[in-house]
């Protein structure tokens, strides 16, 4: 049976470790970008909250790209970005419209 010494296993530990923080911190946003996106490249967005790794509240809009962009959601651009898409959602599902595509 193979035997490790400990330098071999505190390093194959603190490689495991070093993975884990790198995509954990991936998942996250840790900064604001501050560009103000157009609406039109913004298809949805999600909400990050303070809590495991993610150390701060975001609000991340999915681009038509395929790009995530994480923004502050205390800005006021961001906030009317999330009032239209909302908006847009609620026409969207609203009776009228779909009674209007038949």
Request: with cysteine; charged share 15%.
């Amino acid at each position: 049976m193979a035997q490790f010494n400990l330098s071999t296993v505190c390093l194959l530990l603190v490689l495991a470790v070093s993975l884990f923080t790198l995509q954990a911190e991936s998942a996250c946003c840790t900064k604001y970008s501050r560009v103000e996106l157009p609406k039109n490249l913004i298809k949805g967005l999600s909400i990050q909250t303070i809590g495991g790794v993610c150390n701060i509240n975001a609000v991340v809009l999915h681009t038509l790209g395929g790009r995530k962009v994480c923004v502050d959601p205390a800005k006021p651009w961001v906030m009317d970005m999330i009032q239209e898409l909302r908006s847009t959602v609620q026409k969207m599902s609203s009776p009228n419209s779909q009674t209007q595509g038949q």
